[in-house]
């Protein structure tokens, strides 16, 4: 039982290059998150899922798009490629939210990736 | 003003003493709430849930006040190895919403 993986671990691109990110979970998790960090500041949400073929706008969504064709697979993509997307990526997953429930988001080991 | 807002932190402490984080939010229709412990270079991974009533996991207790819409947790008796950023994260409603504080930062020293 791998949890969450994510791949490549680290990556440096240059601006107006292109790159997927891939996270995958073994968990049968419906709901799947893209977050960046930077520092000094706290985890912001790029864009989720919440089941196969459905994807939604998070906090910062701009300059990446997603996808999920299958449900323990979620893309995050970098159509051309900025300094100002220099972060570290964390994909997560969990279970849906249920009213009064006590949802757990698991998370991947991060991406490191720098634009030049 | 920030959704989640935790103490700025660092916090230096000697080995076996006992440490308290805050953590207010903003959002009084949120939902649930979590402590999760984030290492150098590391994903975040989950502390504890914090429930209403307050709960205790072994030297560790997580309180909520819904009323002052602040949650904090204590660390008694702290170890090297609790050594680590500690994130406060607000469930915001009946979905995907959950918002993350910025952390403290705290270093156990010997």
């Known amino acids: 039982n791998a949890g969450v993986t994510q791949t490549p671990k680290f990556r440096v691109l240059k601006t107006g290059q292109s790159m997927t990110l891939l996270c995958a979970q073994d968990m049968n998790h419906e709901y799947m998150y893209w977050y960046r960090q930077d520092p000094g500041m706290g985890l912001r949400l790029i864009h989720y899922?919440?089941?196969?073929?459905?994807?939604a706008k998070g906090e910062v969504p701009d300059g990446y798009n997603v996808s999920r064709l299958k449900k323990q697979n979620f893309l995050l993509g970098l159509e051309s490629a900025a300094p100002s997307q220099t972060s570290v990526y964390f994909c997560a997953s969990s279970y849906p939210p249920q009213a009064g429930g006590m949802d757990t988001q698991y998370f991947g080991p991060g991406t490191r990736l720098t634009v030049l | 003003r920030k959704e989640v807002e935790q103490d700025p932190g660092p916090f230096n402490v000697p080995e076996g003493a006992t440490v308290a984080f805050n953590c207010t939010y903003s959002n009084s229709a949120s939902q649930s709430f979590f402590w999760y412990r984030q290492d150098c270079r590391k994903e975040p991974k989950l502390l504890m849930s914090v429930y209403s009533s307050g709960n205790e996991d072994g030297r560790f207790t997580a309180q909520l006040n819904r009323a002052s819409q602040y949650i904090s947790l204590l660390i008694r008796d702290s170890k090297l190895s609790d050594s680590a950023t500690y994130l406060c994260?607000?469930?915001?409603?009946?979905?995907?919403?959950?918002?993350f504080g910025p952390g403290t930062r705290l270093s156990v020293l010997p």
């Open positions: 994260v607000v469930n915001e409603g009946y979905g995907q919403n959950f918002v």
């Open positions: 899922s919440v089941g196969e073929g459905t994807t």
